[in-house]
């Protein structure tokens, strides 16, 4: 079965940090990761995807991921952290290109002054 | 605009009440969700549909059920409402390797 783990349910940076946001999976094929954001009281809103090709990927708002196939891991980084970031990120994977897209548990990012 | 929007955005209703969501997706995507996200935030898929026929049906009391008139629309009708059905329901839709879109939620409290 496909599962995602999300490392840390909350992660405090300091403003202008890095910020790393852990998430490993299991799969027995290549899947397709994503990585989205949820600001408090709104929907989900689509950071950036991993389908096929470059590893490292581009998102929105300075976020990027890197896709580790030896490591099953596709964690965000951000290399700067600003206050507009404070929101909780979820990870999630499609393994079988059907239909369920699964979702880690959330981590919830602080942003300190 | 282009979107997955969703109605109502609040829903407040006693124990025992019979309730709507509605959900429309203009993206033209073929395969539309619905996921429920409880107060810690854990979102899980109800249910998916892919032009007008249930792909996934995840362990949920048949209490919910959906229904899609067509491929654009996805709504969620809930019977006897209880307690624990408290929670935010996102409506979602997708096309294979592209994500899935969200609509903004409806936060469904039961008193």
Redesign the interface.
């Known amino acids: 079965a496909q599962s995602v783990t999300q490392l840390g349910s909350h992660v405090s940076v300091s403003e202008g940090a890095l910020v790393l946001l852990r998430c490993n999976y299991s799969s027995s094929v290549p899947p397709?990761l994503?990585w989205?954001v949820?600001y408090p009281n709104?929907?989900?809103?689509?950071l950036l995807?991993y389908?096929t090709g470059a590893t490292l990927v581009k998102g929105i708002n300075g976020f990027e991921a890197e896709f580790k196939k030896s490591e099953t891991s596709f964690h965000l980084t951000k290399p700067s952290a600003h206050m507009s970031d404070a929101a909780?990120y979820?990870c999630?994977v499609n393994m079988n290109?059907?239909?369920?897209?699964?979702?880690g548990?959330?981590t919830?990012l602080h942003i300190l002054p | 605009d282009t979107a997955v929007s969703q109605t109502p955005k609040y829903l407040v209703t006693q124990m025992g009440n019979d309730k709507s969501i509605k959900c429309e997706q203009n993206l033209g995507h073929d395969?539309m969700?619905w996921?429920k996200q409880d107060s810690?935030?854990?979102?899980?898929?109800m249910f998916?549909y892919?032009n007008k026929e249930l792909?996934?049906n995840e362990t949920v009391p048949n209490r919910f059920s959906p229904k899609s008139p067509d491929k654009a629309h996805l709504n969620l009708h809930i019977n006897s409402l209880e307690l624990g059905d408290s929670a935010v329901y996102?409506c979602a839709s997708?096309l294979?390797?592209?994500?899935?879109?969200?609509?903004?939620?409806t936060r469904l409290t039961v008193l």
């Open positions: 397709y994503f989205y949820q709104q929907g989900l809103q689509l995807k389908t909780e979820f999630a290109r059907d239909d369920k897209i699964i979702f548990k959330g919830r | 395969t969700y996921y810690k935030k854990f979102l899980k898929i998916s892919n792909i996934i996102f997708s294979p390797g592209t994500g899935v879109f969200f609509g903004p939620g």
